[in-house]
Antibody, heavy 119, light 107 residues
């Protein structure tokens, strides 16, 4: 069965960096776009970034563009999010999800990993 | 970016009630809309995609309708397991956006 497991969250100071990972199993990873979606404590959902199966296409929300970089390793079936210049407002649970591009709804989600940006 | 506005923000209802949640896009998104259910401490669950297609395994009491800028999610007979927060999401533009959520509470 499809499984997505995020890791790498934690506490970081403003201006710091963190790299999130998502281990995928149960499906042909390289066939699918993947997205990161976040949810600040007590708030709604915010799409962050997607990457195509071949890694040729990426896109970012305006709020993270230039600071976050999405990548994937199809051989290792893993997805990553490099987060630099972190801000307090980046504090959230970060989910990875299968992105059914070109109709980009999300039918499988990981359990999420919490990133806390605080001094 | 396309803005998604849900109403109401909170809804109080009883088991057996028919419940309708509305989602309005700031511009036409054709039928590129999904609905999710989220319970506290868990990841969202896909209910509806392409505005009206029921995801496999989702009970038939859930239905979606609409196109262009306005959409609805209907629960025909609210069950105890349905008390949760519901989000719409558009995937028409190159960046995807969610509504702010509608919390369905027990009356």
């Amino acid at each position: 069965q499809v499984q997505l497991v995020e890791s790498g969250g934690g506490l970081v100071k403003p201006g710091g960096s963190l790299r999130l990972s998502c281990a995928a199993s149960g499906f042909t990873f390289s066939d699918y776009y993947m997205s990161w979606i976040r949810q600040a404590p007590g708030k709604g959902l915010e799409w962050v970034s997607y990457i195509s199966g071949s890694t040729s296409y990426t896109n970012y929300a305006a709020s993270v563009k230039g600071r976050f970089t999405i990548s994937r390793d199809n051989a290792k079936k893993s997805l990553h999010l490099q987060m630099n210049s972190l801000r307090v407002e980046d504090t959230a649970v970060y989910y990875c999800a299968i992105d059914r591009a070109p109709r980009s709804y999300f039918d499988y989600w990981g359990q999420g990993t919490l990133v806390t940006v605080s001094s | 970016d396309i803005q998604m506005t849900q109403s109401p923000s909170t809804l109080s209802a009883s088991v057996g009630d028919r419940v309708t949640i509305t989602c309005r896009a700031s511009q036409s998104i054709s039928s590129w809309l999904a609905w999710y259910q989220q319970k506290p401490g868990t990841a969202p669950k896909l209910l509806i995609y392409d505005a009206s297609s029921l995801e496999s395994g989702v009970p038939s009491r859930f239905s979606g309708s609409g196109s262009g800028p306005e959409f609805t999610l209907t629960i025909s007979s609210l069950q105890p397991d349905d008390f949760a927060t519901y989000y719409c999401q558009q995937y028409n533009s190159p960046t995807w956006t969610f509504g702010q959520g509608t919390k369905v509470e027990i009356k």
